[in-house]
């Protein structure tokens, strides 16, 4: 899969160049930021949006980004057009120190964007089931940066759910109630209604779930924010995941239950669609 990289000092490299050093402060302590967006069929959906995000998210992790969002932007599209268009890419913008201690010195941040090939998953849909591993409170870790430290917790969850045969895990916020998958957002619907997790500050609230909550409700559909148990998906009529790497993807089955891929799902992806081509 063909791969390029920008890196802060004006150079662009084909492949996995080595660009951070063992002395990194980041490479150390992991005080890395990254964002991940989605070129494909000649759009790239909110990037404006991932860029401000990535820069936000380093901001919180004590780093200085010397990018403006907008100038990220023109590189991405710089580096979107340097691949023939035939299949999709993953764009993943990061941040990181270069020296500090036990803290990133702001002013040694460094910048680059990764972008590679990766198809989009089909609509097969994937199984999941309930994580042992929880999401941190707001207060125990940097919940509300795209920060790389949370996601070795996200690893831990997926490969736990990977190890009893799942494919993902619905991952449970510090006191007992459905927080994300391990890394999209999670939505389902009820008897026609959208129902979600209440952004609480202990997951990511994705551009790509909030790009398609607002798609629905314009669509007419009655969006719940709340608190959701695992009780509350034992009863849904079909679940889905948002987010950037996937878009929409229907739960199939979750713990023991199988789930059929469902009519607000396909209308979601459907608008989500039409929003990233322009017609909505
Ligand atoms: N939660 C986590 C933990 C994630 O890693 C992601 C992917 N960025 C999401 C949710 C979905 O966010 P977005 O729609 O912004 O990609």
């Not at 034992?234 to 889905?240: P, S």
């Amino acid at each position: 899969m063909k791969a390029v990289t920008y890196v802060d000092d004006g150079t662009w490299h084909d492949g996995n160049p080595m660009v951070l050093g063992p002395m990194s402060q980041s490479t150390w302590l992991g005080s890395l930021i990254f964002d991940g967006a989605r070129a494909f069929e000649g759009v790239i959906p909110d990037i404006d949006l991932h860029c401000a995000r990535a820069c936000a998210s380093a901001r919180k992790m004590m780093l200085e980004p010397k990018i403006r969002p907008e100038e990220m932007v023109e590189i991405v599209k710089d580096a979107v057009s340097r691949f023939d268009g035939s299949t999709a890419l993953y764009i993943k913008p990061m941040f990181w120190a270069d020296s500090g201690w036990i803290y990133p010195d702001p002013d040694s941040t460094r910048f680059l964007l990764n972008v590679f090939e990766s198809p989009l998953p089909g609509d097969a849909g994937f199984t999941a089931c309930v994580s042992t591993k929880r999401r941190p409170a707001p207060d125990q870790a940097p919940t509300d940066a795209k920060a790389a430290c949370l996601y070795a917790n996200a690893g831990r969850a997926l490969k736990e759910a990977v190890d009893k045969g799942f494919n993902n895990a619905v991952v449970l916020d510090p006191i007992g109630n459905v927080a994300e998958f391990a890394t999209a957002n999670l939505v389902f619907a009820k008897d026609g209604e959208v129902h979600t997790p209440i952004p609480n500050g202990t997951f990511l609230n994705g551009i790509t779930r909030q790009r398609i909550l607002g798609l629905l409700a314009k669509a007419g559909y009655k969006v719940h924010e709340r608190t959701v148990t695992v009780a509350d998906l034992k009863e849904a009529d079909e679940i889905f995941s948002t987010g950037n790497h996937g878009k929409v993807q229907p739960l199939t089955k979750f713990e023991d239950q199988d789930l059929q891929p469902g009519p607000v799902a396909a209308k979601a992806k459907e608008l989500y669609w039409a929003f990233a081509h322009g017609d909505a």
